[in-house]
Structure formats: C-alpha cells, structure tokens
C-alpha cells in the first residue's frame, strides 16, 4: 500500500525533488550533480515488522553546493547518509528502492569493494561524536597519517608531514607539537577539527556531516562550522549538513530538504524557508526555536512525537500532529508540489508536500 | 586521574591568537603509554611483581651459572642433608643439590607456563576475533566450541590427555593450552562486541578502511585489554596447573628437575624433612604471587574509568 503510493507520487506530481531542488542550483543545471539521490527507500527489519525509515527520498547536490537536511530524531535523515555512504547496518538495514547516481553512475550498483574505494577517497563523512569518533589508542598524527598510507600508500615520514599539514590547514595550534598527542589529550572543538582534517585529506568531492556541531559548545559550534564551510569552499566539495538546528544553517547552506518520517516534505533556498515556510511542519520548526524578543513567553513545541516508523500514518505522516489537518490529509499521501507565488510566478528550488501549501505560504 | 586533573587546559579553543603566538614550550605531555606506565609504578605491589617477574626470567636464562651444582648430580654419600653452608636447601633422597633443582625447575616452570598461556591466547584470540567481529553462526559455532571445553575441569582434561599422549613438557603445554583457550576467547568476544559498535569503528568505515584493516587496527587493540591482564594473572595460574599435573604423576618425567616433582617427592618427608615441599611450595607461590600482582597493577593501569 504505501509502496503504490510512493509511485503515485512520482508519477502524480510529475516532479520529483531533485528536479525541484535542482533549478536552484548555481551554473544552470547544464553538467551532472555530483550527487542525486533519486526515490531512495531504506527500510529496517525488526523483531515488530518492517520500519521504512527512508521512503522515497530524492535531493541532488553539487560540486561547491551546501544541502542542509533538516529534521527530528527518527526522521530519516542519517540513514539516507548512511545508504549514501555505503555503511548502514545490514542486516537489519536494507536500501529497498531507488538510485544514488555519484557522478552519474549509481552507486548502489557498485561491489562492496568499489564503494569502499570511493568512501575516504571521492566521499567522505564527520560524525556527530567526535570525542568517541577517534580511536584512543592512536596519535592523531598516526590516524591521519593512515589516511594517505592506506589510500595513498605514502611513507611513514610522508604520512606524517602530510598529517601535520592537515591539521595546519584546520588550524590545530602547535600542530608540529601536537602530531603526536592523543585524542584524549584534546579539547572537543580540536577533535571535531581532527575529524574534519581527517574526512578531508584525500580532498573528496562529496562531505556528509552528520551533525557535527551537536556534541559542541556553543562557542565552538560557530568556530567548526565557519572551517568547515571554509573549507568547502576552498576546495569546491559538495556538501551534505545533517542537522536538526535551523540555526546552524542560516549561515552555511544553499538549500534546505526538511525531513519527516522518512519523507521530504519541503525544499527551499536556504533564506526562503525562513520568511515563508511552505509546511506546517516547518512553519513548528522555526517557531519553536527560542526568541530573545519573545521573553517570557513560553515556547512553542510542535504538540505530539514524531511518528513510530513501523506504524506510519496514513495520508500525510504529518497529520496527527498538524494544526491545520484535514480530512484529506489522512488519506492521502500529499505529493511534492512545485511552489509558486500567488500569480502563479516559479519559485526556483521550492517544494512543498502538504495539500495546503498555498494557505500556508501566502495565508 | 589526579595527573590529568592538574594538567593546564589543553587544546584552547582559540586557534587564531594561540597560532599567531610562537609556540611557547609545553608542560611534558604523557602519551597514553606514558600514562599507563605512570600508574603502573604508582602501585608498589605491582613493581614487587615485576622484580620477581624479571628474577624469574633470569633465573631461567642463567641457570647453569647460577646454581652451585649439577642439578642431576647424585651424592649418595650425602641424602637428606638439612640445609647448611654448602647445600643452602640442603639436598633431597638422592642427594642431588635442592636449591640447584629448584633454579633448573624455575626454567621448566617458566617455559611450560608461557608456552601454554601462548598457545591459549593464539587460538583463544584468533577464535575469539572469528566470533566477535563475524557474529552470527561463526559466533554461535565458536561460543559452542568454548562451552564444551569450559565445561571439562581443567585438572582432569589435562590427567585424560597425558595419560593417552605419556609424559612429557609438549604434552602438558598443549593440554593446558586447550583447556585455556575458551576463557580467552569469550573475554575477547565480548569486548569485540562493545568496541565494534564504537564510533570510531563507524568513523573508519566511512573513511574507506577495509574490513581486516579495521580488525586489525582499530577493534584488536582496543579489545586486547581484558586478554591481556587474563594473560598475565594465568601464567601463574598455568605454573600452578603444571606443578599440580606433575604432583599427580601426570606431568612432566619424574628424572626432570620440575617443582611438582620434587613436592611430590617431599611429601613423603612431611613432619621429617620439611624443607624438601618448603622450597618448592615457596617457589610456586612466589612466583604465582609475582603474576597476580603485575595482573592487577595491568588491569587498574588499563582501566579506562580511572583516566
């Protein structure tokens, strides 16, 4: 049943979300994303049945580009960077549909070890929990230096100047003092940079943080994320920001794919969603961060839990917990609208799947 | 954990003014090792251990130096003589020189020891690796495999294989090496299963290390810990389990100079001669005493709670 209504949808809506998300994309759209991920299903099976954590998930990215996917706990977020990246657990995991073209080859498709040559090389991903994230026993010199003696089959004494040029370009200070501490013997801001250092060596072409500031400072967390997005720059990578911090976002990403229940339920350039949200779910999101103009007040919370994956509602996932739900909403599964102004202008890079995305943005 | 507490703040978060700054000295640095063997020495008993350790192995490297007489030489002129200025622990029924026997036993006992504990880590470790990172059906055959062996007491598994192979040193390794090894296994198991689901495992993955470049570097040496410290603490154990087999008439060939042996001949002197199972006994738990306490001292030094 749900799977009926996923094709529904790509063939109903006409317009898949990369299509949408790519016309926002810089340079017209002439040569291949680096990255599509097109109607991409990853389902889990558990001891209680199947749970679809991922149904039908399609965004692009290119080369220089930042994605910021946003979304709760559970909404699929990571998993579909997991499938991306080749490392979902499995069993129990599974990717049950769909395609991951990287540089126009679906990479699903791969052998094991092809996919393994690509990760560290040509794609590369930051975890959230840098602290945990480097192995204790190891210098960070050492584990820097692996990368370019494993994938490059440098020498010793190269994979150590290599590593201390690394962690100067991720202005670690002392590197040359500090090549061979370990990790235990840094702060959390200076792993999380070593994580970076060491997902960049290689200069891969696609990044996946997978909310690599959550597990820092807030002091620190403007600090990473300016280097991280420095870096980007520098060396043009396509760039995939998990995260459930609007915040975070503002500043470094082009584009915007809100998540929920394993479902894209908007897209938008990154300053758009801001001024008008095209979904309800949105629209909860940014009101429920914490105002300085607002004190006092008490804050706003999106009412109910994000849905249990192995029971999805029917219709929109949303329903249950949207203020403005009808009796349509919780049959049918609203598909990825194209949004346009009032007369009827393209918004380049919108989409919306609720069934009231115009009341919403322009009511 | 006092160490790490003093030490000045680490890695500021201010990269810019602390790189443009030159590089001021920093206070020395304890690399992890350098920290492990810091609390090592802090514990006394420990260091005892590892004097004995070391005088153990030195007395099993230069036996025939050190001992005053030909450990197999017979005096028949001169059995049972207490200890005395010549015979220091005097001499046993045949009057072969005692302190000269126990020196020449410290080498078998030492051997022996290692040589099991060795085996039993080397398959303990390559099943237990088999089990943890496969999982699965490996895992279950592995664990199954380990049960029945853990459920044979290692004393009476041991009599039953020497009685069929004979007596002899290669018998009594391998028999306590194949009834060691599940131990060490399950304990590697166990802690391959915790480390393998730890992020830098993940982190690796996604960087592109292959699946025996893992094993190898990331989840072995963060998992050795536990076998390591079982390790240790058994070689005493083993000594102890060889003694024992060679007191029972099931270890090595009585003509061998081995600390079983001559208890099991001084038993016959107890009340009399008592100095004859005095010795030996005092060499055995010294050095089971050695083991266990450069054990411990591993296990705290190595425990990640007190970093």
Do not use: F, Q, V, W
């Given at each position: 049943m749900p799977r009926d209504n996923i094709s529904k949808q790509d063939e109903g809506g006409g317009v898949t979300t990369s299509e949408i998300l790519s016309v926002a994309e810089t340079g017209g759209g002439s040569a291949v994303p680096l990255l599509e991920v097109d109607n991409l299903q990853v389902e889990f099976k558990t001891r209680d049945g199947v749970a679809k954590a991922v149904n039908g998930v399609s965004y692009s990215v290119s080369a220089g580009e930042t994605l910021a996917v946003l979304g709760e706990s559970g909404s699929g977020k990571s998993v579909t960077a997991q499938a991306i990246m080749g490392i979902l657990d499995s069993p129990p995991g599974r990717v049950s549909g769909g395609e991951v073209r990287f540089h126009g080859k679906?990479?699903?498709?791969?052998s094991d070890e092809e996919r393994r040559k690509l990760r560290g090389n040509k794609m590369a991903m930051i975890f959230q929990d840098a602290l945990s994230s480097l192995n204790p026993v190891y210098s960070v010199g050492d584990q820097l230096g692996e990368m370019f003696r494993v994938?490059?089959?440098?020498?010793k004494k190269d994979a150590k100047l290599k590593a201390i040029e690394l962690m100067d370009r991720v202005k670690i200070p002392a590197a040359k003092a500090r090549v061979g501490d370990y990790p235990h013997q840094f702060s959390g801001g200076m792993r999380q940079r070593i994580m970076i250092a060491m997902a960049l060596a290689l200069e891969p072409d696609l990044i996946i943080a997978d909310?690599?500031?959550?597990?820092?400072d807030v002091t620190v967390q403007a600090q990473v994320m300016d280097l991280l997005a420095e870096l980007q720059r520098e060396m043009n990578m396509g760039l995939i920001l998990i995260t459930h911090d609007l915040g975070v976002v503002a500043d470094v990403a082009d584009k915007i794919a809100v998540m929920y229940a394993g479902r894209i339920v908007e897209t938008a350039p990154v300053h758009e969603i801001y001024k008008r949200p095209s979904h309800p779910y949105t629209r909860g999101l940014l009101d429920s961060i914490p105002r300085l103009d607002q004190k006092g007040q008490e804050l706003y919370a999106i009412k109910g839990l994000p849905p249990n994956l192995l029971r999805i509602p029917a219709g929109c996932a949303f329903s249950p917990r949207c203020p403005k739900a009808q009796d349509i909403c919780r049959t049918e599964i609203p598909v990825l609208h194209p949004v346009t102004e009032q007369d009827g202008t393209e918004l380049p890079g919108r989409g919306s799947a609720c069934h009231f995305w115009k009341e919403q943005i322009h009511g | 954990m006092s160490e790490l507490a003093t030490s000045p703040a680490i890695g500021d978060e201010n990269p810019v003014s602390s790189a443009s700054a030159p590089a001021e000295p920093r206070p020395k640095q304890l690399s992890q090792w350098g920290e492990i063997r810091h609390r090592f020495v802090q514990n006394k008993l420990a260091v005892v251990g590892l004097f004995i350790i070391a005088a153990l192995f030195l007395t099993a490297a230069f036996g025939e130096m050190l001992a005053p007489f030909d450990p197999a030489a017979q005096d028949l002129e001169n059995?049972?003589?207490?200890?005395?200025?010549?015979?220091w622990m005097g001499t046993d029924a045949l009057g072969r020189d005692m302190f000269s026997r126990l020196i020449a036993g410290t080498r078998v006992a030492m051997f022996v020891g290692l040589a099991s504990i060795f085996f039993a880590v080397l398959i303990g470790v390559a099943l237990g690796a088999i089990a943890g990172y496969f999982a699965g059906f490996a895992d279950t055959l592995v664990m199954r495999i380990a049960d029945v062996f853990l459920a044979f007491p290692l004393m009476i598994g041991a009599v039953v294989i020497i009685l069929v192979t004979g007596r002899g040193i290669t018998p009594v390794i391998i028999s306590l090496a194949i009834f060691s090894w599940a131990t060490v296994s399950r304990l590697l198991r166990s802690s391959i299963l915790s480390v393998r689901e730890m992020d830098y495992v993940h982190a690796a993955k996604a960087l592109g290390a292959s699946g025996w470049r893992i094993v190898r570097t990331h989840i072995l040496p963060n998992s050795m810990t536990a076998v390591l410290v079982y390790a240790t603490f058994n070689v005493g154990t083993t000594i102890v389990g060889v003694a024992a087999l060679s007191f029972l008439g099931a270890g090595v060939p009585v003509d061998v100079p081995e600390w079983g042996n001559m208890l099991a001949a001084g038993q016959g002197f107890i009340g009399v001669n008592d100095y004859l199972w005095v010795f030996p006994s005092l060499f055995v738990v010294v050095t089971v005493l050695g083991f266990a306490f450069v054990g411990d001292g591993l296990r705290d030094a190595l425990d990640p709670k007190l970093r």
């Open positions: 679906d990479i699903l498709k791969m994938h490059r089959g440098a020498s909310e690599p500031t959550t597990a820092l | 059995t049972l003589a207490s200890p005395n200025g010549t015979h």
